[in-house]
């Protein structure tokens, strides 16, 4: 039985990369988002390729509703190996752009989010011994605005969340990711940095010689270019 990877939070950039690669990878893919308009024409493209992938219409910040879309991807493929979390919140301004609403739509979706989908994913995982969990945030990866105060302080959010959520889990690699650094790193746009956070990601996952991961990676970073090293989370 191929591993199954979920995708939860796409948007237009790394969340479409990564379904497609993890797809093309050959694993079961299955995307947990509100966006399903957009992404039902990659499943669709995906499945007429010969590749294994759904889309399940969910909202990742609702408990009942992202529980319920984890259990409709044990239903279609009996098991969840990797699930990956992406942040990105469109940037709103400085401290006197932002509104009140702004701000606390960009800690919404990311934070409240990311909790709301660990929460309801580690114990279906725990049933068969743990897993992977990706943090992803592309939000200043998109166009790096120093004064956009709602996303970098999500940002920084949910940077601490998914730290808290690796010391707590024994039993699961836990990874974050910022595609800001690595397009700041290697001065990129966004679309070589969606590429090349996709293809770390399936190294992470499945090791870069085929072999599963057995401890918690981090992505470092070496001059200008970024490279997976084994250890503790980075505190960057």
């Known amino acids: 039985m191929a591993p199954t990877a979920v995708v939860v939070g796409v948007g237009e950039g790394i969340g479409t990369a990564l379904f497609q690669h993890f797809a093309t990878a050959g694993m079961d893919t299955a995307i947990c988002t509100t966006r399903t308009g957009e992404t039902d024409p990659i499943a669709e493209d995906l499945r007429d390729a010969g590749e294994s992938a759904r889309t399940i219409e969910c909202d990742p910040r609702n408990p009942v509703d992202i ?22 919140s469109a ?24 909790f709301c989908t660990t929460r309801a994913v580690v114990p279906k995982m725990e049933e068969s011994g743990g897993g992977t969990l990706l943090y992803i945030t592309e939000s200043t990866g998109i166009e790096p605005r120093r004064a956009d105060v709602g996303a970098r302080t999500a940002e920084a959010g949910f940077r601490g969340l998914a730290s808290a959520i690796d010391e707590e889990l024994d039993d ?28 770390l990601c399936i190294d992470l996952v499945t090791g870069r ?12 970073f070496d001059g200008e270019t970024p490279h997976i090293e084994a250890g503790e989370m980075s505190d960057r």
Do not use: M
């Open 67 to 88: 529980s319920q879309g984890f259990a409709d991807v044990l239903e279609a493929f009996g098991t969840i190996d990797v699930v990956t979390f992406v942040a990105g």
């Open 172 to 199: 699961f690699d836990v990874t974050y990711i910022s595609l800001g650094e690595i397009a700041a790193q290697n001065q990129t746009g966004n679309s070589s940095s969606y590429e090349e956070t996709a293809s």
């Open 209 to 220: 010689d085929g072999e599963p991961l057995e401890s918690t990676y981090r992505i470092d």
């Open 91 to 114: 940037p709103k301004g400085g401290l006197f752009e932002c509104t009140r609403s702004q701000f606390v739509d960009a800690l919404d979706r990311d934070l409240l989010g990311g």
